[in-house]
């Protein structure tokens, strides 16, 4: 048997050898084991990693996921639905600056490589052997390959995987197309996918528009999209986009006086809450479950536009209007407190800590500030936003609150440090205590002509209550319901000179077998008044014999011409005052056959569908008033109602929106409820109808010294006084068949009787000779003059 040698005269007859030699055969065994491992690695890559590379169909039949999106008329974006936001920009419409901007700081060789930059790779290694913190050397190419087709998990055969479809790539796209597809699908933070989407999203604005320093802020993303992005972490943001410009520059992308102009550029981030063109969060919530309804799931990822009939204009002062109305009414009726209290720590970190988690959880509603207070007496209050921001409240800022400021104040109630409260400020800087709004309210306004809605505020915040009161709130009308009663009577001869009895009715025995002496509730009473005055001072007894003598069943049934559901509404005389159920914009539907001459148009929202390709899926074919297969009210009673709800809003219980808007085309009816549990304003002018609406989502008292002139008529008016603006007044031609008898119109028709009438005496004492009827008064009356008065002057 041959013996084997001991491994140490190896090395004693290699160290023997000259050193050239030795060296030589260090290179040969070197040379060799670099060969076999790159031919393993060829045959791991080949046989292993080839056969698995994905398909790069994902690229070349691009789908990307666009959200819902829906605008205004005047294409003002009011809503956004899907998981990414995104907008995909074609290449040839994305601005060079910007296309610089990303190869300036991404990729610098993009249009040179075949992919791969193998310069880049070897560089990278190296940081790499001497730096924890690794370096990517990713192409554009590669970063398509990775975001499009493999995990982001870092590790060597993901980056071999990389490199072999950037190849694939290469070979079957573009450049262009490459860096379409990067630029459309990569993530920016803010759920913004894609530089087009980033634009909006940051700025406000479209990516066409960017500046230079605005590209190269938006360059900056795709390394930390999350964490360092000017909303999230300004400085970061700012410290990358002054490097990107300074590539830029290197590069010859832009000139050194571009640079310098760039680099001083003061940028306006659009902050989350603003990224909407005006607040109509209703509006695109019921547009949103119209099209789930329709489309189901697919809504959110194929790129559906909606246009809807909404104006910014509209909408922005209706918004405003229903804030500014339900804030007034908050006012008048007291502060209630603090919406929570915490303790404060001594140590100020944990003080900011705890300031900042409370205020996490009472969010910011539009204008009204959340802020803890820090110190608190009678003259001044101090406290800090979520911000960090320090404020202080002192003077008229404070009356609001002063009982809350009172060492008697309870503790509830009582203002101290660690409150939890809200804060408004003015015109001109200055802070005051407010609080969030409990009550609902409702605005809906529309054109008569064809029922396009312009304008919808559902309620006071839709981030605190997503409840729909245009669309969703069934509510008891009160006196608003009064004027189709009154047009029911026009069609069974009455006319706005008939004398009704506003007496009390006793000794009535009610449904229930019980004695009911109905009356008004200020207990004065007018005797035999005018049709007409009965309705503008909204006189609960005129009502109710008007009721009795065309009879309940009939009133029902005429109630379906203005689109009311029959079975939301009693078959009894309480059906006059209101005591049915209808929404907002029902209502609003209701009066547009007033304002139109007697045409039912379906009030609509949604304009135009468009789908991912442009293409448009469906386009409204708004019913247009004239049309005489809608007409539902005979030309001469709509001209007769006009005329009388006109002196409602000049003279009567809405006297304050022809006061204030000063037009003579002004006309509506208020409406409050029993115990002022709802109150409504109806009217319209222009041509525009609009219906306001206040109450508690649970019902109760609004309190007794308020009606629908108080609660909802300011808010009407307010938005009128912006949409009308610049328009002439509208008024309707008398009609043919329609006569004047005592400065009053009346049907032709109907003269001789009316003439008979006037010679017997009041219609309504006669009938109450004969009959007794229960009634149930409300609140809409003498006191609601003086009321507004009191409030308003005049």
Sequence with gaps: MRRKRKPSSYFKKWFGLPLKQRLFQAGIATVAAGALAALLMAAYVFLFLVPTLPEINALTEYR??????????DHVLIGEFGEERRDFVPIADMPPVMKNAIIAIEDSDFYLHDGVDFGGLVRAALVNLRNSRSQGASTITMQVARNFLLTRQKTYTRKIQEILLARKIEEQLSKDKILELYMNQIYLGERAYGFGTAARVYFGKAIHDVTTAEAAMLAGLPKAPATANPIVNPKRATERQQYILKRMRDLGYITPAEYARAAQEKLKIKREANRFGTHAEYAAEWVRQQLYAQFKDEIYTSGLTVYTTLRQKDQDAAY?????GVLDYERRHGYRGPEANITLPSDKESRQQAIDEALIKYPNSGNLKSAVVTAASTKSVRAEMLSGEPIQ????????????????????KRIKPGAVIRVIQDAKKRWAITQLPEVGAAFVAMDAQDGAIRAMVGGFDFALNKFDHVTQAWRQPGSTIKPFIYSAALEKGFWPGSMIEDEPLTGVIGENGREWNPGNDDGQYQGPVTMRTGLKRSRNLVSIRLLRDITPPYARDYLTRFGFDAERHPANLTMTLGTGSTTPLQMAGAYAVFANGGYQVAPYLIRKIVNGRGEVLSEAQPQQAGDENLRVLDTRNAFIMDSMLRDVTHSGTGYLAGQRLNRRDIAGKT????????GWFAGYGGNIVAVTWMGYDTPKSLGGREFGSTLALPIWVDYMRTALRGQPDSLPAMPNGIVQLNDDFLYQEYVASAEQSMDRGS????????????????????MELRRQQEMYGG
């Excluded at 409406?671 to 709802?678: A, E, K, P, Q, S």
């Design 64 to 73: 990307p996921k666009i959200p819902l999106r829906i605008y205004t008329s």
């Design 320 to 324: 405003e209007a229903v804030r500014r």
């Design 393 to 412: 409240i002192t003077g008229e800022g404070l009356r609001f609150a002063a009982g809350a400021l009172s060492p008697k104040a309870s503790s509830r």
């Design 671 to 678: 409406g409050t409820t029993n115990d002022t549990v709802d």
């Design 763 to 782: 219609i309504g004492g006669f009938l109450d000779r004969l009959f007794g009827t229960p009634a149930a008064p409300n609140r809409e009356n003498e």
